[in-house]
């Protein structure tokens, strides 16, 4: 758990948040079902609640307990009613904030605190299980604030686990009456029985975590799904083809397009002038007779999400358009990625992708083929395939790529 203060109230991020079981309609209910749910998952160590109409979130306090909001519940009555955001909350720890809200319910994982890879990890995540109907990113701490600001309301306390301390006076209070009442011993047998009672689902739930696997959606993104499509990174590189063979006596040597930009270079003939070049072209010291400028490029990124096909569909279809384009194709497969998971006190975890993620290369790709849209829609219908480059260079035009096959 994490606090920030807001104007002049403390909030707190970062609870694992979950719905009642059997909707119980009074307060102390809720906060026994929490309480319940903590035990179950006694290594988190939760010692912290907040307890709403309809769920209940939890949290460690990392040291004593602090009066505070919930900012999750208190952005929910001026928000939408499915949303997902992600705020930098602390410019100096590099702390950022996700918080995804889905039919006026908090997401269980939807209030996550962490550094930004982490925190945009989690994000990406979080946007593929539903349409959340509205995304807001904050990159920097004031528009978050002022974002915040904007929908804040009155948020749920947070609450030590424990209960009030009057309970525990109540407790002190029945244990002197049974000491004094001669109860000594039976007390000393149930305290016994509770304890080998705890220590027994601490050790179940500890073998339990050991042996559960960590789902590769957690660990991995699948940002193949925010490229654009071949078809829609080609059109708008046609679109931008406007550039002439000669300008101003420097001949166009080459042409990079790319999803965030375009790079031109241009090189130099004889009675060309360094002083009148091509507009907008920048001259480099170490090769001064080839000059290059820069375009930006507007692509519509995103895709629908469809399932990956396997390796051996991936390559047949590539081959298959390389016969009916007369291109010529490089390709190679990597290794599939995994990555090591800390689990604090339990052992880490070994997690492998289950794709595995190729690079691919078109060469001799002529203008007829670039201008075909059967061509893109060819792209467009492999699962997974994403276009980062098209070339023009003296005439030859060659296009690369990664594509994202299961195994």
Known sequence: MHTLKIGRKPYAVGFWWQVYSENPSKRRAKLEEAREQASRTATMEYDAVVIRPDQYGLARFEGK????LSLASAMLKRSESSWIGLFKIDEQNDLWWVCAVSHRLIAGDG????NEADARERFQDLKLLTDWNNEVVCEDTASS???IQ???SSGEKVMPLAGEPLGRQLLIGALLLLVLAGGWQAWTMYQARIEASRAAEAARQAALAQKTSISPDQVFSRNWHEKPLPSVLGRACLEASHFPLFDRGW???GIIYTETGISVSWEHMPGASFDDRPDSTIINEKTPTVIRANFPLKVKAGRKIRPLADKEAVVTDLFELTRLTGTRLSFNWQEPETKTVERGSLPPLSVTAPWVKGTWKLNDVSDAVLLSADFFMALDDIPG???TRLS?????NSMEGVVYALQ
């Open 111 to 114: 209030d996550y605190c962490a």
């Open 392 to 396: 023009r260079k003296n005439f030859q």
């Open 251 to 253: 001949k166009l040597q």
């Open 65 to 68: 307990p602090v009066k505070a």
């Open 150 to 152: 904007s929908i804040l």
């Open 145 to 147: 604030l002022e974002y």
């Open 385 to 387: 395939l994403v276009l």
